[in-house]
């Protein structure tokens, strides 16, 4: 009798290793669908990473209670191996290695799924004859026991036990499938090589809108049908498809093979609209459990649209919803390459205009950026009237606009396109019950005469535009003349930043003279460029690069060495001169350059008091807080201050009265003509008697003839320099000229 009901014991536990097994074969294939739709590119490793994660947990959970111990560590070892590839692989696909990912995917993935199936295959099969052995056994213990008098009913009751134990293992195992497949998001389907439906689950039955049949076999005869078939008639997944789909998936499900899945993207018909999914077929027709193809369905159509609407947003404004800067390079770039390769209008130019709203900060500044932005969005509709369907209109940032027009002809029709642009935006706008005013500068590329490389074009373009906004002319035509940003200007850049390391930078020291007593009181230093191919450079030819370019701050760093460097030398031979260098606006804007100036100063054991800053009204004015905080700093190590180029600017006597400066020099715009010009006279006297009238010293630069000299005599003048008293020169040049300089008296006489 204790043997019988061992022998019953194995059996019914065999029974349930076998439905175990079964189960992880089932999860296995699962994961084996997660990870193809990952390596496939449908879904991102981070979209299965927790579903594959769960699988996982419920394949060990039914390998510990199926397994034997002789069989488990094998088949806990192979599901390792599986587990480590199938990571591997996801970690190279999440860090875009996608090549080496599928060389794992082929090397490690594959042949450790297929060795993990094989043992389970095995496994299976020994359960399932241990189940037969035992039941076998069973039986004649059975018969046995009744021979021996247990009698025909303890065997009967036995016999129904046993096939109860197996028919609840059996719905615990289904029950387990359907829990996964409930749980699940996806939609799956079981069908045969031409489509048909044997199976769908819950969602896909929600989704797709077909009654009449549950979450098992839809089956029947007749012609295929579509969402919403009722019991008996075969549903064809392909008939649910969209029809230019419809080939892919029917590719796919005659080429899918048991070793190798298929993904592929198709528009799907449910119950309300068309639904993008990626569908993995898997071949499971040799599963006694399946029978079929399984489709796993993945709803890709949320991604779809909000990826749609992030390549939108990158390539429109968000305000105006015109193209952006980005979708324009694009469309040029098209417009151009179709013309090269003798597209539509071939032999036709392309003009790119260039837009700019003047007065515009004024409506934001005023009455705020709602009203700016409800003006810009009117811009599009104001153009258009002018413009082609076809030409594109971009909104490149703030208030600048692009029209890129392709085919325009020649230069001529542009131009006049242009005019007729900045005449409907010279209309009033309504915004809200208020009227407004704008005015727009146009700046004008074409292909072909500027330019065939879009970046070129645009800069070209843009360049024209501020042209145009600068002298004020509305339409302007690009003209390398005007460009600061050309490739010889560009060379002539790199040569400088070399030039500021090479000691190619030299200074020639311009005398000043005390019109009183002919003293030479001091010098100003003014840089060139000796270039070793291009000879001797003026300093207008380098000096506003280096100021638009960020290169003024090593220039100027490297002209103060220099200047103060010639200052000890003079000092040492017992002939100090204070020497004036001249700074920029951005040099101002540095708020270490006093600590700079300090620093060299002491580097050169120079006297704060021999060297002399001098900085233009307009530099001043950039930003005359900061301005004056720095000049503050300076002044307070004991450098001397003047305010160059005076009277062309914009400097108000409050601010004049609050700078630090020892003395005013007069723009040498009103000297040279002074005799000339009686406006320009009184300037000069003005300005010299302002100067002294607020305790500064005034100095007259270009002093070119010995009468303008005199003049500035009588006017009480300070200082004076000019080609009449001598041309910057170089530092020995400099040193025989004031050993041989006579004095002003002897000179005028000598120049007379």
Request: hydrophobic share 45%; aromatic share 4%.
């Amino acid at each position: 009798m204790t043997i019988t009901l061992s022998l019953k014991s194995v059996g019914e536990q065999s029974v349930r290793t076998e439905r175990d097994l079964q189960a992880i074969s089932a999860e296995l294939h699962s994961q084996d669908a997660l990870e193809w739709r990952a390596i496939s590119g449908r879904v991102t490793p981070y979209d299965v990473a927790e579903e594959l994660t769960r699988s996982r947990t419920r394949a060990r959970v039914l390998t510990t209670r199926a397994e034997s111990s002789s069989s488990s560590e094998k088949l806990a070892s192979a599901q390792d191996r599986y587990d480590s590839a199938v990571d591997d692989e996801l970690r190279l696909l999440s860090v875009g290695r996608t090549q080496e990912a599928e060389e794992v995917d082929e090397a490690e993935v594959d042949p450790a799924f297929d060795a993990v199936m094989d043992l389970l295959q095995e496994h299976s099969g020994a359960a399932s004859s241990a189940a037969a052995r035992a039941q076998w056994l069973s039986n004649a213990g059975i018969v046995i026991t009744v021979a021996l008098g247990l009698g025909l009913t303890a065997f009967v009751e036995n016999r129904r036990r046993r096939a109860q134990l197996r028919r609840d293992a059996e719905r615990r195992s289904e029950a387990r499938y359907r829990a996964l497949i409930d749980r699940s998001s996806d939609l799956v389907l079981v069908s045969d090589r031409e489509g048909v439906l044997s199976y769908l689950s819950p969602s896909a039955q929600r989704v797709l809108a077909v009654t009449g049949a549950g979450a098992g076999t839809v089956v029947g005869a007749g012609a295929g049908a579509g969402a919403g078939a009722g019991a008996g008639a075969v549903l064809n997944v392909l008939a649910l498809v969209h029809e230019s789909d419809r080939d892919a998936l029917r590719v796919a499900l005659q080429q899918v093979h048991p070793q190798r899945g298929v993904t592929v993207d198709v528009r799907l018909r449910t119950d309300s609209s068309m639904r993008t999914l990626a569908i993995s077929v898997q071949d499971l027709t040799s599963d006694p459990a399946v029978g079929g193809l399984v489709l796993t369905c993945h709803d890709l159509t949320e991604r779809h649209e909000l990826q749609q609407q992030l390549e939108h947003r990158a390539l429109h404004d968000t305000l105006t919803g015109l193209p952006n800067r980005a979708l324009l390079a694009e469309r040029f770039a098209q417009v151009l390459g179709a013309s090269a390769d003798g597209g539509a209008g071939t032999g036709s130019a392309t003009a790119l205009l260039l837009i700019d709203l003047d007065r515009f900060k004024e409506i934001n500044d005023t009455l705020g950026h709602h009203y700016g932005d409800e003006l810009l969005i009117q811009i599009d509709p104001r153009l258009r009237q002018v413009l082609r369907a076809g030409d594109t209109i971009a909104r490149l940032g703030g208030d600048e606009f692009a029209v890129l027009l392709a085919g325009v002809g020649d230069l001529e029709t542009a131009v006049a396109i242009a005019y007729e642009l900045q005449e409907v935006l010279t209309l009033p706008f309504e915004v809200e019950g208020v009227t407004l005013d704008v005015e727009a500068s146009i700046g004008i590329a074409l292909s072909g005469m500027h330019g065939d490389d879009p970046a070129a074009l645009m800069q070209r373009a843009d360049v024209a535009m501020y042209a145009a906004k600068q002298h004020g002319v509305g339409v302007a035509v690009y003209d390398s003349s005007i460009d600061g940003h050309s490739p010889e200007r560009l060379a002539l850049l790199g040569d400088l930043r070399r030039a500021l390391s090479n000691d190619e930078l030299i200074l020639h020291y311009q005398p000043k003279i005390a019109v009183d007593t002919g003293e030479v009181c001091g010098v100003e230093a003014l840089v060139r460029w000796q270039h070793p191919q291009r000879g001797m450079i003026a300093p207008d030819d380098f000096i506003p690069l280096a100021e638009n370019t960020g290169l003024i701050g090593p220039l100027t760093t490297r002209v103060l060495e220099l200047a103060l460097g010639q200052a000890r030398r003079w000092v040492d031979a017992g002939e100090a001169l204070q020497v004036a260098v001249n700074l920029s606006a951005r040099n101002l804007l540095d708020e270490r350059l006093d600590r700079h100036v300090a620093e060299l100063l002491t580097r050169y054991g120079v006297a704060p008091a021999l060297l002399k800053l001098e900085v233009t009204e307009s530099a001043v004015m950039v930003d005359p807080v900061r301005a004056r905080a720095v000049l503050q700093r300076l002044h307070a190590l004991g450098v001397q201050l003047s305010i160059d180029d005076f009277g062309a600017g914009y400097t108000s006597l409050a601010h004049l009265k609050n700078l630090p400066v020892s003395e005013l020099k007069v723009d040498r715009s009103f000297v040279a003509t002074m005799q000339t010009d009686s406006s320009n006279a009184m300037i000069v006297r003005s300005v010299i008697e302002l100067g002294h009238n607020l305790g500064l010293s005034a100095v007259a630069e270009g002093v070119e003839d010995a009468a303008v000299l005199k003049a500035l005599a009588g006017y009480s003048c300070d200082v004076a320099q000019g080609y009449h008293v001598s041309r910057p020169l170089p530092a020995d040049a400099f040193e025989r000229w004031r050993a041989a300089w006579p004095g002003i008296a002897e000179h005028q006489a000598i120049a007379g």
